[in-house]
């Protein structure tokens, strides 16, 4: 039991990598719309506004399931969100923030550690 109550946790710590992810990336986007390219721009912040849902911990936002707690979904999901970002030289920080992230979760879902919590804020319907 003491063993299990010391034992590093990683999700929180890619929890944090990918929120800082998003930032640098939302801030690499909107530079981007100057240059080089306004579309990837767009792209690049639907995907950080996405990346910030994700790990902000909105009540709502954690209903989605399945989608929303699977270690080994949103690992594999924030590694297709580092492509749109590869073309653009303002969001290599962000997406080189967001490959850490992603291998954070992928090595904290191996390690069977369990699914994050749901905040506190939700209430069930009364009746």
């Not at 034992?7 to 690499?28: R, T």
Request: net charge positive.
């Amino acid at each position: 039991m003491a063993k299990d109550r010391f034992a590093f946790k990683w999700q929180p710590w890619a929890n944090l990598q990918a929120f800082y992810a998003g930032v640098f990336i939302l801030m690499g986007a909107i530079i981007s719309y100057w240059y080089p390219s306004m579309m990837f721009a767009g792209i690049n912040t639907a995907t950080a506004l996405i990346i910030l849902a994700f790990e902000t911990p909105f009540p709502g936002f954690n209903r989605l399931g399945f989608v929303s707690t699977n270690l080994y979904l949103r690992a594999l999901l924030y590694l297709a969100f580092i492509v749109p970002g590869l073309p653009q030289a303002p969001t290599h920080t962000g997406v080189l923030c967001l490959f850490c992230a992603a291998v954070t979760y992928l090595w904290a879902a191996i390690r069977g550690e369990p699914e994050p919590p749901k905040p506190k804020g939700d209430r069930p319907a009364r009746a």
